[in-house]
């Protein structure tokens, strides 16, 4: 079979589709003693937290290379770079005043993307909350919601009349289940209930960021979700798949149409919560209309009876997911070296079903990518595993526009090798390389092949 050529890749979107590179804050900048703590240098510390004992420090070092990355995200010709606020660079104590310094690396990273023709695409909170705030009971805090929407109000303020897009959350059901269920993501509690509030009480935030984005002068306030197909393996796994599909996917979907909490949810949970902190007021707000919705879509999920040994693919532990009836996740190969299933299809799956779910809202894929073991030979890195997922998502991704998604934009997860939350640097993700010791960066052939097709 011959592969699709970059030009008529290319062709199958709409000419005026944006093609973009992603990153996050905790991820790649570094320096983490100019700014405040966050509850991933907290969780860091924990001994066995991050595989291989990685911190913040020094990340990418993107702090003080701010120049040469946005000369690698030009040379891509991408039209848009999103990436994520650091709250404690921007707001070291979590609420009240804004540092300068913090600030001001924003504000030149955002006016020299602009200075490229580059769209901005800012996240307002990607999982690094200020350890301060954490220290008042995190996201479990009612409270929370208010003190995020200022600060978003403060984004808004600073950033809101040069960035394209602005997210408030990146995937919340990451940030509830990971962080408070399994508790493999900071900060690392392993209570159900609080995993079920905690994603209800993000929902609620996110509603009351994009009021307050919105009021601050932003007119492009948006979400960010990672959405997946939820796949039948076995018969027998049906009731496991339905719950599965309900906390990872319809809960959220449901929340943002003004559907409530899914009845089946809540019966399937009564054992873990009565869902006592869900109110009128918080639903609604929890439903406030955004502009775009972001899905980032990584490999689908696949559910089959129980069995005696558990996937050990990255964030699919059964535990993720309170109140599921015995069962396994089954991923099928080929995998990526963080056990994922590569399944283009599954994108379009995903797309379609988020479209019919929130039919007036445009859709953008804000990550898409794969982690493979690289390697450095003669100064350059081939990486065709990782080309052949790009071109087959980007694929999937122009199939669903055909079928009439209203999908707008694509960004590649991600730009840099970086540090891979509890993976530390054993998964890399970037389509540059970067030498753990040097920080030297090195384009892979992967970086290549996007550059032909965005540019074609
Ligand atoms: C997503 C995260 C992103 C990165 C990729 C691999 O869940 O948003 O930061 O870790 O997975």
Redesign the pocket.
Known sequence: MNDISPIALRGSFPADFVFGV?T?SW?IEGESQSRGESIWDRFAKIPGAIVDGSTGDPACDHINRLDEDVALIENLGVGAYRFSVSWPRFMPDGRGAVSADGAGFYDRLIDSLLERGIQPSMTCY??DLPQVLQDKGGWLNPDMGRWFADYAHALGERYGDRVSMVATL??PW?SAYLGYAAGVHAPGEVKSAHALEVAYRLMVASGLGIRALRDSGVTNPGL?L?LTTVRLDQPGAEAAREHIDLLHNVFFTDLLAGRGVPEKLIANTEAITDWSFVTDEGLDIAAEPISWLGV?Y?TPLRVGRPADTQSDAV?QSLAAFPGVPAATTRPKPPFTT?GWEVDPSGLTATLRDTARALPEVPLWVT?N?A?YADHVVDGEVYDPDRVSYLRGHLQAAAEAIAEGVDLRGYFC??LLDNL??AEGRT?T?GIVHVDPQTMERIPKASYEFYRSVVTA
């Open positions: 992603a996050s991820q990607h999982w990146n995937e990451v960010v990672n980032n990584y964030g963080m990550e990518g982690a997860w991600s891979e939350w998964q993700f």
